[in-house]
């Protein structure tokens, strides 16, 4: 129901309240004084309340915490996104502003995870981050949610699997008798969590017992609202463009067929979209290829493909199956640069002397032909010197001479101050049923490198040709830390004996940091530096702005090697195609800066989605291992207790300051520990330590840890608070736990 717009009358109490705010009141005022200010009658004190939550809910003025009232035109407002913490407060995240906005639990306003909000500023919290209270929900991100069915006597409730929508809601309407309580459902919802409501909604649809994995995956389809089907035109879209779609050189595009062109992916890969190919020139230079399908030259633009891969975004990948961003027929089929067949390619052909140093580089169409489908794990082997009995063995001195140029542009790159971290990324092995069975680090292979590195030489050089030709394009963006965190950052190095580099002017480079990650590589400090420069680190996303990427110390960089499974990567071929000085929103179905804005937000549903699919597959193998002792290292510190990875799993976990009971635990924020007040015990990021598996939650998803021996201890009687700073249990929010 939309309400009518209406203007208070002048002599109204309505009309007193607004006009006090707009003539006399340049900033918020306490709700006494407003009273005093415009009540005329001793009647009028019983109706004010009345009058100021009509004006509310109109949007006229803005009821602040601590009872101070304001016109929203008068504040400093900010449109953004809000990014939900399972403990009810969050962020908004809002384009152009150095730092996010922290909403405590009560300024909500009950806005959900990811929905649009506006917000207003209201000043400092106690840590010294912006805070603000949300104004109005723009828009929400979902219509319907998953979670676990819950019968009570007279009702039925659905809480939400999604720890981060920690609102339960009311089941209306009829529920399917084959329901049973502890299923998982889908619910549409009617009535959002806003004025203090009981959310609602309908159950949509049954998805089965949660005790079941090989629903893992489908629960999280359902939660980010994924699907692995696309609409029937999409289909026949596809179908159509890959029959008729001419595999042929012409005058706009090179006949590669006579190169030694290979493709290197992972052992279950199935669509591939680089292949690299190199020739050596007798003066002892080299012409690389890197050569990318041409997902341009099949999906039209502005036809149904193309509007279900923006509304995609990107390929979403999970332990047992993959969420694909085009149909198979053209994922897997003829985009993919599948071995022995003909297929359409953008080539950047850089020419590269001894040294690694760039010579020359051109951007064109392609037809090229791959003559190998590598694999990282048989092409290793062969790069450190080795001689396995496997088919890339036939190209041994092809693959080892593209190592050498790899080396090369990895030290360059090093030199500029590029950033390493070489972080593992958890590989989950299941059975049939999809129970998690083992979870292992997945292999870093010096094969990811060398393809890595040719990735980055082609995107950097897409990115440099952008920025000649246009005033705005689509580039790859990671934006300098905010001095905030470089100076929290070099608090925490100061107490570990390692120093920044102080500048003239306050300046801050790359290199910086990078020269602090080397100087700790391979000494018991790596760990816990590591992570501490990784948590300074800002969220890397799109822009129209060549603005640079902090972390490769690159100035200019954009995506273009992956457009089967990333729709920018897609926008940037079509923008190579366009004269140099034109308008690129111009020629576009949507402008620019809503398109990277949008597959910036579709890439952090997909990280998000692809997270909780892992942490699902973690919570099943940890209760296999309940009141067991692993050694493990303190990943993170906060204030309610210390995060801890395990050593032979990658698994983490959290050890609440609670169940410390040896002492009475103070958090210091600014070196990331938690000391005893006592004992003087110190838990830091890096630090080893040894754990035992307490808990399993795996409606929150997570897990908690107890210190090996520490179950015999009595809890120490809670001492007096005399600051602050020595609360026990508070967490990020300044909230108790």
Do not use: C
Request: no cysteine; charged share 30%; glycine share 8%.
């Amino acid at each position: 129901m939309v309400t009518e717009k209406r203007e208070p009358a002048g002599d109204s109490l309505e009309g007193r309240i607004l006009s006090f705010l707009k003539e006399e009141a340049q900033k918020p005022v306490r709700s006494d004084r407003l009273i005093d200010a415009v009540i005329r009658k001793k009647k009028e004190r019983k109706e004010i309340a009345r009058a100021l939550d009509l004006l509310a809910d109109e949007k006229k003025v803005l009821i602040l915490q601590g009872g101070y009232v304001a016109l929203p035109e008068r504040l400093h407002l900010r449109s953004g996104v809000f990014l939900a913490h399972p403990d009810g407060y969050g962020f908004v995240v809002a384009e152009g502003f150095p730092d996010d906005l922290f909403i405590p639990v009560s300024s909500t306003l009950g806005a959900m995870h990811q929905d649009k909000v506006l917000a207003v500023l209201t000043g400092k919290d106690g840590r010294g981050r912006t805070e603000g209270q949300i104004f109005e929900v723009v828009s929400r991100s979902r219509k319907s949610i998953v979670g676990t069915v819950r019968f009570f006597e007279g009702g039925v409730t659905l809480r939400p699997r999604d720890p981060r929508l920690n609102h339960d809601f009311l089941v209306v309407g009829d529920v399917s008798p084959e329901i049973r309580s502890g299923d998982l459902a889908v619910l549409e919802i009617v009535r959002y969590p806003e004025g203090g409501r009981i959310p609602e909604g309908h159950i949509v649809q049954s998805l089965g017992e949660a005790s079941n994995p090989a629903l893992d995956t489908d629960l999280v389809l359902a939660t980010y609202q994924l699907s692995e089907k696309f609409p029937d035109p999409v289909e026949e879209e596809a179908h159509r463009v890959a029959r008729e779609i001419p595999i042929r050189p012409g005058k706009d595009r090179e006949d590669l067929r006579d190169r030694t062109i290979l493709t290197i992916d992972g052992d279950s890969a199935r669509d591939f979209d680089d292949a690299l190919s190199l020739e050596e020139k007798p003066d002892g230079t080299v012409e690389v290829g890197i050569h990318i399908a041409d997902v341009a030259a099949y999906v039209a633009q502005g036809g149904v493909l193309d509007r279900e891969a923006y509304r995609r975004g990107t390929s979403v990948y999970f332990p047992d199956r993959v969420v694909p961003m085009f149909p198979e027929v053209l994922s897997n089929g003829v985009l993919s640069l599948n071995p022995d067949e003909d297929r359409l390619a953008r080539t950047v052909q850089v020419h590269l002397d001894r040294t690694g140093k760039i010579l020359g580089s051109r951007i064109f169409r392609s037809v090229i032909r791959s003559r190998m489908r590598a694999t990282y794990s048989r092409v290793h082997p062969v790069l450190m010197g080795e001689s396995p009995d496997v088919p890339e063995r036939t190209f041994a001195p092809l693959l080892r001479a593209m190592w050498g140029v790899a080396q090369k542009l990895k030290l360059a790159r090093f030199e500029q101050g590029s950033l390493d971290f070489d972080l593992p990324e958890p590989e989950i092995v299941l059975d049939l049923r999809g129970e998690p069975i083992d979870i292992i680090r997945s292999p870093r292979y010096l094969s990811h490198q060398l393809v890595e590195e040719f990735m980055l030489l082609a995107n950097r050089i897409v990115a440099q040709e952008l920025s000649r030709k246009f005033q705005v394009a689509m580039f790859r963006v990671h934006e300098t830390p905010s001095p905030e965190k470089i100076e929290d950052l070099g608090l925490f190095l100061g107490a570990l004996g390692l120093a920044l580099p102080v500048r003239k002017g306050g300046g801050f480079r790359t290199k910086d940091l990078s020269g602090i990650l080397e100087s700790t590589r391979g000494t018991p400090l790596e760990k816990m530096v590591h992570f501490s420069v990784l948590r300074s680190l800002k969220q890397a996303r799109y822009d129209t702005r060549p603005l640079g990427h902090f972390g490769l110390a690159m100035e200019d960089y954009t995506h273009f090697t992956s457009p089967i499974r990333r729709y920018p990567d897609l926008i940037v071929h079509r923008l190579l195609d366009l004269p140099a000085g034109s308008s690129p929103s111009e020629r576009m179905p949507e402008p620019l800066d809503r398109i990277a804005n949008h597959v910036s937000e579709r890439e952090r549903v997909s990280v998000d989605a692809e997270r909780m699919a892992i942490d699902l597959k973690r919570i099943r193998f940890m209760a296999q291992h309940l009141g067991k002792t692993f050694e493990g290292t303190v990943s993170g510190v906060t204030g309610f207790g210390f995060f801890v990875e395990l050593k032979e799993i990658l698994v983490e976990g959290l050890v609440p300051v609670s169940s410390l009971h040896d002492d009475y635990y103070i958090y210091d924020e600014k070196r990331h520990l938690l000391r005893g007040e006592s004992t003087r015990r110190e838990f830091r990021i890096g630090d080893p330590v040894k754990v035992r598996v307490a808990r399993v939650d795996s409606e929150r998803l997570r897990i908690e840890f107890a210190m090996d021996g520490e179950e015999g201890l009595e809890p120490r009687k809670k001492r007096r608070k005399s600051s602050s700073s020595r609360r026990r249990g508070t967490g990020r929010g300044g909230k108790k736990k």
